[in-house]
């Protein structure tokens, strides 16, 4: 007996949906296998940006990557010293392949080459894309304020600095270009030899603009002041927390109003146990 | 020499433009400062990569004023004088690709090679996947493997580890696949041969004078757009021709050249075959 052959009648339809098939399936392994790199290859949340960058995932959207903030940089390899002729060491780097923050984009590492905080801001005008946004550096009037600054902000480790110590150090508050303002110096009395005093670093979050000065000046091994991104540091109590004193605050209430302000968490039904009372005579 | 005219040509602006961007960032030039992805001339007139611009809008970004006016200026300057002359005139990795395709011929690879066939369209769904993986990821896709961005910035800021794309590249279009890279993979080569569509010069061949030694074909990195060598006088009709010249170069029966589309003459001359 003949074995009968199947002949399959390939119509241009059916090649047309196959087709249509391979490059879906190409595409799908392919753009997984993209896109999973992609977002791989975004910054380390450690990664520090250059002034009046915007919000970081924002930032990486927006950056074209060109290297102009970095070659405006007045801290950078071709502004020689006009003196000593000397190269300056660049304070913004454009990432590589093998850096913590995507590949091709300007970030600083304040304990080699920290922000110098030039009162011109000349890295900012520059960018092509406002991936570093002039307005959030420019007060009022339209004028280019440094101190609106905003690149990370200095934490101290408290136990390993040795002004916490007892050791006389004030490295870091004479290295802020915020002198005073930044990092005050808060005095204490030192119990153990009765008759020093500590003189504690304390960062004030709201002036601190992360410009990293404090950090490369730390005389300990591995510096105990150090910048990190402000949203890595930063808490958030929640707008449910008042401060009763502070009439600002009581005015942010009041203009609450219109939010849901009712009580989600029950009462507890159960009595409150004197536990601390009972059984006293206090005659 | 003369044989080689419109590749020196080529090699002095790939690397004239290499030195000016290297020298604004090592001695503060201001001629041409920034890299190919966006740069000003003299500080005033913006250039902006139209694709990764697309990329960026594509993840959400709000892209400044600056860099959408260099994005037109891009693709005014191309669309006139032909979208991938930027391959062939500017990008610097078309120094390493054409490097693995000199050593090709000198080793016969094309000869002895198993062929793989990868569509020439390929570029252009990469485009799109591009565009998609920026969507998702909310970053410029391309922009973090772009080996010409890599190449671009190792030259003005340093070498890093990205280097090694462009080895792998080299090797790729060496013993994978000719013209791998720039012929059918590079998306950014798909964006600027859209751009260049409708330019103004182009290869202009005389089949008159043709003799038929496929010196051209055999040199072309974009083979397919000579489709009419020996076949009728015309210009290239084909977006993928980056402009690069080494058919004219090598062409020594004076059939190709340099010329300008004149859409209107062209329109003409078809009128009149119809009324003979």
Redesign the interface.
Known sequence: MKKEVKKVHITPRRRFFTNIAQGTGMSIMGGLLWAGYAQKAKSSALTLRPPAALEEEDFLKTCIKCGLCSEACFNRDSNRDKETLEHRPATLKMAKAQDDATIGTPFFVPSEVPCYMCEDIPCVPVCPTEALDITSVSNDKGELDFKMMNMGLAVVDSNSCIAFWGIQCDACYRACPLLDEAIKLEYDRNERTGKHAFLKPIVDMNICTGCGLCEKACVTEKPAIFVRPRELVLGKPGDHYVKGWDAKDQQRVAQQSDKDMTTHTERSKSEAVDYLNTGVDFE | MSNYKYLILRRISQITLLVLYFG?????WKML???L????ILGTI?L??PF??LQ?LA??????A??LV?GLVIVFFYGLIGGRAFCSWVCPVNMVTDAANWLRRKLYIDKIERKIWVSRNLRY?LII??L???F??????F???SPI??LN?GV???????A??LVAIFFFDLFVLKNGWCGHICPLGGVHSIIGKYNLFRVKHNSDNCTLCMKCKDICPEVQVLDMIGKRSDFVAKQECTNCGRCVDVCNDDALGFNIRNYMKNNQEVTDENVN
């Not at chain 2, 604004?24 to 503060?28: K, M, V």
């Not at chain 2, 992805?37 to 000003?40: A, M």
């Not at chain 2, 993840?59 to 400044?64: P, R």
């Open positions: 604004a960032n090592a001695y503060g400062a920034g890299n992805s966006s740069s000003t913006p902006s990569d990764a611009l960026m993840a959400g970004a709000s892209v400044g600056t860099a260099g769904y996947l591009a998609i993986v920026s998702v990821s909310g970053l410029a896709a922009e973090v493997i961005t890599i910035r003005i800021f340093g070498f890093g580890a990205g090694g794309l």
